[in-house]
């Protein structure tokens, strides 16, 4: 009998905290270079103009070390043990990797964002270190162990989606009709993943598993399909793009740069399938342990990295706004599609404060902090470290705070709201009633963003730690007009017009050939 190979627990333990640690920072060289070639190929100013500071925000974060982005999600983690291995330790395997998710989000250098709340149908209380990871374990032939980590940002799991559909149906046209529903919440560009058969819990896996797959969609394009699989993956890649959702929501020609089909066995009467985006932040990594002790990570070659003058993606005309002198009708003078640059005080907020603040209101209770002609941003950042007044402090899914936006907007005299993605035509209603407009800043560039704040304090409901209320003094904060005060929103004009543009690119094309 062979003997067992023996891998240690605190190697496991290690090698997790160090690979969320790396992925935090660093993406992946194969997303770099595909968004770098949607860069040079996109037309829509705006969505160019949002993957240059994506790009630009990828490469800071990789030099300074700090994370891509402020949500630095859910722990994922899949993990493949040889049935040869013997793990030296005391406790479970998921209790090894949690205690490498404790170490990672904990680190004194580069503090992650804890983002996980116990207890969530009650209190939904952080547990402030963002344990417990999602631990899959598969028994596999042999002597090692194959860890994939990934970390999942929640504006993009909370667009995932699963149907059980009639074995005759059109998986593709199921999921292009899905993703068209989607809106932009999940931060395009990035991937679609798809799971096929098994059963309903089987389908969400395998779309999960194979999200963190190496993308390759340039090379399939090249060779050509040779499955059903990768037939199906170029059509969908296809499709979703003529979409024209694009960049960040904002119409344009890169709404994916790849798409993930896995497929397993399933019920003769069943169809299920799985849909899960992937967002811009793409925070995956695979290593194996052999036992030779935790993996030894090497930083990704950093010239990959396309040097882009952040500076430049500035428009020529854009608008320069003093937050600390704003009136109502200068936010209405402001139309969709303009770049602003914010300088002055804001504040910030999002789901629980939101929710604190409702609470008060409906209990005729004083604001902790008075709201009148401020602007508010849609923010939990990741804590500061070193000389640092903030960590990395991207917008988060605008939606989400779309049920309090009329109640809000009439009592506290809010002069407008910053943050990521559509607003639902309830928050377009409260916007147009109450003369409030909605700007957007970059999801996938939190630690670009940061650089133009100078200064943060707590002003209110300190114990929600990221969730509490800062007062932020920014500088030069670039934002995008995203709904102005007659209820224009560059989430509907801009993708109608690139999916009418690309329609039009096509016919043209045809009639050529």
Not at 359 to 379: A, E, F, H, N, T
Request: glycine share 10%; net charge neutral; hydrophobic share 45%.
């Amino acid at each position: 009998m062979t003997n067992a190979q023996i891998i240690k627990g605190v190697d496991i333990t290690k090698s997790v905290a160090d690979a969320l640690q790396f992925i935090s920072h660093y993406h992946p060289p194969d997303y770099v270079n595909s968004l770098s070639r949607a860069y040079e190929n996109e037309r829509s100013p705006a969505a160019r103009n949002a993957i240059g500071q994506i790009l630009v925000n990828s490469r800071m974060a990789a030099f300074g070390r700090r994370p891509i982005c402020q949500d630095t999600g859910l722990v994922v983690v899949f993990a493949k043990v040889g049935m040869n291995v013997r793990i030296e330790s005391e406790g479970s395997f998921a209790a090894l990797v949690n205690e490498g998710v404790r170490q990672a989000y904990l680190d004194v250098y580069n503090p992650l964002r804890p983002s996980i709340v116990a207890d969530p149908i009650g209190t939904r209380t952080n547990t402030r270190d963002n344990t417990p990871a999602v631990v899959h374990v598969e028994l596999v032939p042999g002597s090692e162990i194959e860890i994939t980590v990934a970390a999942k940002g929640g504006g993009s799991e909370n667009k995932a989606r699963f149907a059980t559909l009639n074995p005759g149906a059109s998986v593709a046209d199921w999921v292009v009709d899905t993703v068209a529903s989607l809106g932009s919440g999940w931060c395009p560009p990035g991937l679609v993943s798809i799971g096929i058969g098994g059963s309903a819990e089987k389908a969400m896996l395998l779309a999960k598993e194979a999200m963190n797959e190496p993308i390759d969609m340039a090379e399939l394009l090249a060779r050509g399909a040779s499955t059903l699989e990768e037939a199906l993956r170029i059509e969908l890649y296809e499709r979703i793009n003529a979409l024209g959702i694009g960049a960040q929501g904002l119409g344009g020609l890169t709404t994916v740069v790849d798409v993930k089909v896995a497929s397993f066995p399933t019920h003769a009467a069943s169809k299920p399938v799985a849909l899960i985006p992937q967002c811009a932040a793409n925070r995956h990594l695979k290593f194996t342990l052999t036992g030779s002790g935790p993996v030894d990570l090497v930083p990704p070659d950093l010239s990959a990295w396309p040097d882009i003058d952040g500076a430049a993606l500035n428009p020529i005309d854009v608008r320069r706004v003093n937050l600390d002198t704003l009136t109502q009708e200068q936010t209405a003078s402001w139309r969709v599609g303009e770049t602003l640059l914010l300088s002055g005080k804001m504040l910030t907020g999002r789901d629980a404060a939101h929710k604190r603040i409702a609470d008060l209101i409906d209990q005729g209770k004083s604001l902790p902090v008075d709201l009148r002609g401020r602007v508010i941003y849609y923010v939990g950042p990741v804590r500061a470290v070193g000389s640092e007044v903030v960590g990395p402090a991207g917008p988060t899914t605008a939606s989400r705070m779309d049920g309090f936006a009329e109640k809000i907007l009439a009592v506290t005299g809010l002069f407008a709201m910053v943050g990521k993605a559509e607003r639902g035509a309830a928050a377009i209603e409260a916007i147009v009633k109450h003369k409030a407009p909605y700007l957007v800043a970059v999801g996938g560039a939190a630690y670009l963003i940061s650089k133009s704040i100078m200064s943060a304090r707590v002003v209110a409901f300190e114990d929600l730690g990221m969730e509490a209320i800062y007062e932020f003094a920014v500088h030069d904060m670039p934002v995008i007009m995203a709904v102005d005060v007659l209820g224009n929103s560059i989430h509907k004009t801009g993708p109608a017009e690139w999916r009418g543009r690309m329609a039009a690119d096509t016919i043209a094309r045809n009639i050529e050939v």
